[in-house]
T-cell receptor, first 114, second 114 residues
Framework: GENVEQHPSTLSVQEGDSAVIKCTYS??????FPWYKQELGKGPQLIID?????GEKKDQRIAVTLNKTAKHFSLHITETQPEDSAVYFC?????????????FGGGTRLMVKP | NAGVTQTPKFQVLKTGQSMTLQCAQD?????MSWYRQDPGMGLRLIHY???????DQGEVPNGYNVSRSTTEDFPLRLLSAAPSQTSVYFC?????????????FGEGSRLTVL
């Protein structure tokens, strides 16, 4: 089955700096890569996703890049703000999976210091 | 619009007790699933359902049962609780039952087994 590794497990940045979280996956058939943000006491929420036919996708201060050859993808947050502090999860799935099954990485706790 | 509702939010059990975590969604979503979240291990899929009357096992199904008698409800049953089942449980649903649909999560149920 799929295995998703996520690094770093914790990340502390100053407000206004950029943050990068990296994930690698094992199954070359995976073709959908979402990122979820989990605020304290809440369930995860989708913030951005990318499919394997695209190398990069941006949404305001958030961007995701995908390198299919190397089987890794990354989340980039620019101009970080205190409200970006949360746990971020990457995930992967492929169309051959039954249902809408996602394999998640272990999570990254991002702390943005004012 | 309530989205995905989980009850209870907190529960303490003794080893060997049984209980049911409730999950309901009001979005007419086809797909529902249960994940458990443990520190450093991300979210792991327990069971999922692609529609009423259809359920299947995820990555970590042992010790858990599910049923899907209606589109709206997807309860998770622990038949004989064990300390290893201490975790935070999340129910998630999506409109589509195939890969690539956004998952909507509940706020979680924190279970402690003594």
């Amino acid at each position: 089955g799929e295995n998703v590794e996520q690094h770093p497990s914790t990340l502390s940045v100053q407000e206004g700096d950029s943050a990068v979280i990296k994930c690698t996956y094992s199954d070359s058939a995976s073709n959908y890569f979402p990122w979820y943000k989990q605020e304290l006491g809440k369930g995860p929420q989708l913030i951005i996703d990318i499919r394997s036919n695209v190398g990069e996708k941006k949404d305001q201060r958030i961007a995701v890049t995908l390198n299919k050859t190397a089987k890794h993808f990354s989340l980039h947050i620019t101009e970080t703000q205190p409200e970006d502090s949360a746990v971020y999860f990457c995930a992967a799935s492929d169309d051959n999976n039954a249902g809408n099954m996602l394999t998640f990485g272990g999570g990254t706790r991002l702390m943005v210091k004012p | 619009n309530a989205g995905v509702t989980q009850t209870p939010k907190f529960q303490v059990l003794k080893t060997g007790q049984s209980m049911t975590l409730q999950c309901a969604q009001d979005m007419n979503h086809e797909y529902m699933s249960w994940y458990r979240q443990d520190p450093g291990m991300g979210l792991r899929l327990i069971h999922y359902s692609v529609g009423a009357g259809i359920t299947d096992q995820g990555e970590v199904p042992n010790g858990y049962n599910v049923s899907r008698s209606t589109t709206e409800d997807f309860p998770l049953r622990l038949l004989s609780a064990a300390p290893s089942q201490t975790s935070v449980y999340f129910c998630a649903s999506s409109y589509t039952a195939v890969s690539g649909g956004e998952l909507f999560f509940g706020e979680g149920s924190r279970l402690t087994v003594l």
